[in-house]
């Protein structure tokens, strides 16, 4: 049971309410997100935007935001975004060496192994070795390593808010909560 109760979406009003209209699925992380209200609407759109309107492809993004939810024991967002993962193409085998904290494991491609050996510096010691960034830069570019960063600190975040609050599990929504990509002029 979560340690503060959910917002009802029926109950919010103004930005808040608009929000919760817009999403395709009211999930609890949300409802626990919406005590926040100041913070709530940006954070939804920083959500958005990293899953829909990156460089960052969505098969590297998930596979960070699953080594956030696993080194972070972020087991809500190990719920969620396992069937994202998959849907965008994370075959089993990656995903049981992430559980098992292998970013060695000879089921990643060389740019995969940047990423995750990338990703583990940031989550765990905020600071990235020259050779580890500059294995980054072999594979990806500028904007993608920002992306990365971006992206692990949001996950960082969503962790904390669902193991601090003891989120209720909600069914896993897979794709549904991930956004068309967004284009230019939208």
């Given at each position: 049971m979560s340690r503060?109760?959910?917002?009802?979406?029926?109950?919010?009003t103004g930005k808040v309410a608009d929000v919760f209209a817009k999403l395709p699925v009211h999930l609890n992380i949300f409802k626990m997100m919406a005590?926040?209200?100041?913070?709530f609407v940006p954070q939804i759109k920083l959500g958005t935007a990293i899953l829909s309107a990156q460089d960052l492809?969505?098969?590297?993004r998930e596979l960070l935001i699953l080594q956030v939810a696993n080194l972070q024991g972020g087991?809500?967002?190990w719920h969620q975004h396992v069937p994202i993962a998959q849907s965008v193409g994370i075959s089993d085998g990656k995903i049981d060496a992430l559980a098992q904290n292998q970013p060695d494991s000879d089921v990643f491609e060389a740019a995969e192994m940047a990423l995750l050996h990338f990703g583990r510096q940031v989550i765990e010691n905020v600071r990235v070795d020259d050779d580890v960034?500059?294995?980054m830069q072999a594979h990806f570019s500028e904007q993608e390593i920002v992306e990365a960063i971006l992206?692990?600190?949001?996950?960082?975040?969503?962790?904390?808010?669902?193991?601090?609050?003891?989120?209720?599990?909600?069914?896993?929504?897979?794709?549904?909560v991930v956004p068309?990509?967004?284009t230019e002029g939208q």
């Open positions: 503060i109760p959910q917002i009802d979406p029926a109950r919010t005590h926040a209200q100041t913070c492809s969505a098969s590297n087991a809500y967002e960034f500059a294995a992206t692990i600190g949001f996950y960082m975040t969503m962790a904390r808010l669902t193991e601090v609050t003891q989120t209720d599990m909600d069914p896993p929504a897979g794709i549904s068309p990509r967004i």
